[in-house]
Every structure is written in C-alpha cells, then in structure tokens.
C-alpha cells in the first residue's frame, strides 16, 4: 500500500499521511508544513480535497472506517 497523497491545485497545497499517523499539509511554493495533526490510532488509508478545495477529508482504520474533515485554510 502507497502513502495517501491529495494535491489542492488552487491553494497550492499537498497533503499526505505520515508514519506517524497523521495528516501533514505543506505549501508546495515553499516547500513548509502548514499543519500537522494526528488523524487516527489506525493509519490514514485515504486522503482527498473537496472540490473547491476549503475541506481535506481523510479516511483512516479498518474495520471503525473513521473520517476526519480539516478544514484547508
């Protein structure tokens, strides 16, 4: 299994699941974490922008299928 990964074009933002279990956002201009958080006691198995691009949900566990919405801003 790959590491979860979702691109915000507009904002200029990636965010990916960590080792840690947590869901890291980094501003792609500079290269800089934005925020981290820890998502789940499980790993993060998904991660995906809304449309435009103001939500991160992140999808974690198996089994409890736990979702967290962050807000991007």
């Known amino acids: 299994m790959g ?3 979702a691109i915000a074009h507009k ?4 965010a990916y699941a960590s080792a840690d279990n947590a ?3 980094i501003d792609l201009s500079t290269g800089r974490d934005r925020w981290k958080q820890k998502a ?3 790993f993060v198995q998904a991660l995906v922008f809304s449309p435009d691009e103001t939500i991160l949900a992140s ?3 198996v089994g409890h299928g736990m979702i967290h919405l962050w807000d991007s801003a």
């Open 59 to 61: 999808g974690a566990g």
């Open 40 to 42: 789940t006691d499980d």
């Open 3 to 5: 590491t979860p990964f």
């Open 11 to 14: 904002l200029g933002l990636a």
């Open 23 to 25: 869901v890291r956002v």
